[in-house]
């Protein structure tokens, strides 16, 4: 009794708020809401929905942002935990400013990569310094492009740090011994790492991974800035369908978030089987 | 230790200048722009330097000052809530064993990794009815979706640690339920409270999607108005906004730098920042 008291408040909240608004956004994607009259579900929206070119084209990309950021991202992130676990002159700066991104929003990093690779951009005007380029129009199109090149190299600056953090104290509780008994049997030091560290920090790799593909893949603002307007990414194709004009394409958005809903829920099957008994600390 | 040799250490050196280069980077020409008077093509620096953009910032009429009192209002509001609401649900979940637990704390982990798109459109439609879209009061309650989540699991972290015997040894001394919380429990989960909080804060303050839908273009926090800015053109404006934005965010990161080392549960915080 004590225990459902102190837990009331908070599962109300998150109950009635995003169970709810997921339930809600699952109803009115069946065309069922009897409060406005809508009594017969019908599956009218997700048929519009998967016979569109736009809908595949655009989660193709977002799938494509979604992985190809997490897997560099990750990959690099092992990278940078390895450089910044040794000891070092200047180590507590270093630290700083590889952890000084983590509260840096997003949407900053987004309008940063914007002025940075776009046609006019700080790297476009050092091309033409170097009279690589003669006018903005020769660089090559890194943001709003079909490879979403640029929302990509956003995601890879904003979680190479959130991924190296989680690392960096996975590798802490591991210590170094494991790897000092390896290396003093004869293995070599890719063979320590490869046989010993990686599997170790595997499965910290692995959760992190998760966070960031299911945030990737979800996010609004980032392509918002950086993306091509066709195809645009899931959410933002979800947004403008809900804020269309014609409010028959709300249904059509509210399927598209289910469909970013479901992806989300294997991820956090994903999450919850490699991440060992994370909430209780 | 053997002596490393030179290559490998300068290999070493050099990756990490370029790493930490890279993640600076971005935020130089924000930097740059918040000081510009037009600066065009092929220039590398501006020509001409100005603090317009900074008096425009801080100006009455651009409503800037309006926008970042909005959002620190918002972003207070959403963290006192997850706090008030949080510590009661950690304590559940970090000192006792009880029937479906597993089953609340995959409640509590969802809303961390399923991204807001896919419920704000679902809350929207209802907040509709309830008259709550376009209210500041909207924008707080759906706020509290990433950030309680973190909350609680700080506080389940910091009271899995916790030894209620001396909450026990307060109340035989005649201390009343009251005065046991205030002088005893609260002190020894401060800690936690504070990092939590942190997280909450910084958390609704980097609120995109969630504050445009359901504020509905009324409530204007300071990503909404940075975002205008930007997709309009206004570099220079949309320069210093940025630098204000990230303020709190770096002067946190400062200050606790110690505190939010990865092994705190809830470092996944800054995975939704």
Redesign the interface.
């Given at each position: 009794m004590k225990i459902f008291l102190l837990l009331l408040p908070a599962m109300s909240i998150i109950v009635l708020l995003f169970f709810g608004g997921l339930l809600i956004g699952l109803m009115r994607s069946f065309n069922y809401m009897p409060v406005i009259g809508l009594t017969d579900p019908d599956f009218s929206a997700y048929v519009a929905v998967f016979t569109d070119r736009e809908f595949y084209l655009s989660f193709m990309l977002t799938f494509h942002i979604a992985f190809t950021s997490t897997v560099i991202s990750s990959i690099l992130a092992i990278g940078a935990a390895l450089l910044l676990r040794r000891s070092f002159a200047g180590r507590a700066i270093v630290n700083f400013l590889f952890q000084l991104n983590l509260t840096v929003p997003h949407l900053v990093g987004a309008i940063g990569m914007l002025y940075l690779f776009s046609q006019s951009g700080s790297f476009a005007r050092l091309a033409a310094e170097w009279g690589m380029i003669t006018k903005p129009s020769d660089f090559p199109a890194l943001v709003f492009d079909p490879y979403a090149i640029g929302i990509i190299l956003q995601y890879v600056w904003k979680e190479i740090p959130f991924i190296g953090v989680i690392i960096l104290a996975n590798m802490q509780s591991i210590g170094e011994d494991y790897e000092s008994v390896a290396r003093s049997l004869g293995a070599s030091k890719w063979q320590t790492f490869r046989y010993v560290l990686l599997p170790l920090i595997f499965p910290g790799v692995l959760s992190a991974s998760v966070m960031v593909f299911a945030f990737t893949f979800g996010a609004y603002e980032i392509p918002a800035i950086l993306g091509a307007n066709f195809p645009a990414a899931l959410p933002v194709l979800a947004y403008r369908k809900y804020t269309d004009v014609d409010l028959a394409a709300r249904p059509e958005a509210m399927a598209m978030a289910i469909v970013i809903a479901i992806l989300s829920a294997v991820m956090i099957y994903f999450y919850v089987r490699y991440s060992r008994r994370r909430v209780r600390g | 230790m053997h002596q490393e040799p030179v290559l490998t250490r300068s290999f070493?050196v050099l990756?990490?200048i370029v790493?930490?280069t890279?993640?600076?980077?971005?935020?130089?020409?924000?930097a740059i722009?918040s000081f510009a008077k037009g600066w065009f093509?092929?220039?590398?620096l501006p020509k001409t330097w100005s603090l317009r953009a900074w008096e425009y910032a801080f100006s009455d009429t651009s409503g800037v000052i309006d926008s970042l009192w909005l959002t620190i209002g918002i972003s207070l509001a959403a963290t006192v809530l997850s706090i008030?609401?949080?510590v009661?649900?950690g304590?559940?979940?970090?000192m006792?064993k009880?029937r479906g637990k597993e089953a609340?704390?995959?409640?509590?982990?969802?809303?961390?990794?399923?991204?807001?798109?896919?419920?704000?459109?679902?809350?929207?439609?209802?907040f509709i009815?309830m008259g709550l879209n376009n209210t500041v009061f909207g924008v707080i309650?759906?706020h509290?979706?990433p950030t309680?989540?973190y909350m609680?699991?700080v506080m389940?972290?910091i009271f899995?640690?916790y030894d209620p015997a001396f909450e026990a040894q307060a109340r035989s001394l005649g201390a009343s339920a009251f005065k046991t919380f205030w002088y005893v429990t609260l002190p020894a989960i401060m800690p936690g409270i504070i990092v939590g909080g942190l997280f909450a804060f910084?958390v609704s303050?980097?609120q995109?999607?969630l504050t445009?839908?359901i504020g509905g273009g009324r409530v204007v926090t300071l990503?909404l108005l940075?975002?205008n800015f930007?997709?309009s053109g206004r570099?220079d404006i949309?320069g210093a906004i940025?630098m204000i934005?990230?303020l709190p965010?770096?002067i946190?990161?400062?200050l606790t730098?110690k505190h939010?080392?990865?092994?705190s549960?809830a470092?996944?915080g800054?995975?939704?920042?």
């Open positions: - | 070493r990756t990490g790493l930490i890279w993640l600076i980077l971005p935020l130089i020409p924000l722009w093509f092929p220039d590398i008030l609401v949080g009661p649900a304590r559940a979940l970090g006792y009880f609340v704390e995959l409640m509590i982990l969802a809303p961390t990794i399923v991204p807001g798109i896919a419920v704000v459109l679902g809350i929207h439609s209802v009815s309650l759906v509290l979706i309680l989540p609680v699991l389940a972290g899995a640690n910084l303050w980097s995109y999607i445009l839908l990503p940075l975002f930007a997709t570099n949309t940025g934005y990230i965010g770096i946190i990161l400062i730098a939010l080392s990865g092994r549960g470092v996944g800054f995975g939704q920042i």
